[in-house]
């Protein structure tokens, strides 16, 4: 990112300069379709299990197909205020992301999908009985 940082600034350097900055963007988004973007449908099938996979879908393809539509639509806007820092704001975007998935998103491997769940509910403070399975109310007390 830092690197098509410092290609903008040195866009009248040389004339091949322009050239790097194109290839520089074609590899930010070749790694975003093989790193995050990829992700998506992958971490909904091992974060959730079967009764909860259709929501999770189509709620983690929504939010994925607004998010492009939004940059999309806000990019020009970006660019023209930025210019050449244009991209730091997606650094700054990827970073965060980064610290939530480190932090939030719990480690699946070697993991089946209820064990996911249990650590879900324990991070949400769902009590569990001795089974360490949720305790189910059957009816309020009196």
Known sequence: MLIYVDVMLLQDASPWVPYLSMV???????SFGLGPGGVTN???TELFT???RPAGYIIGGSVNWLSFFLIGMIFPFIVNGLQQYCFLVFLVICSLVALYIFFIVPETKNKTFLEIQQEFQA???????EN???EVLLSTPL
Do not use: E, S
């Open 42 to 44: 992958i971490l909904t």
């Open 132 to 134: 360490n399975k949720p």
């Open 24 to 30: 520089c963007v074609f590899c930010f988004i070749l």
């Open 123 to 129: 991070r949400n403070g769902i009590k569990l009985d």
């Open 50 to 52: 079967q009764t909860a």
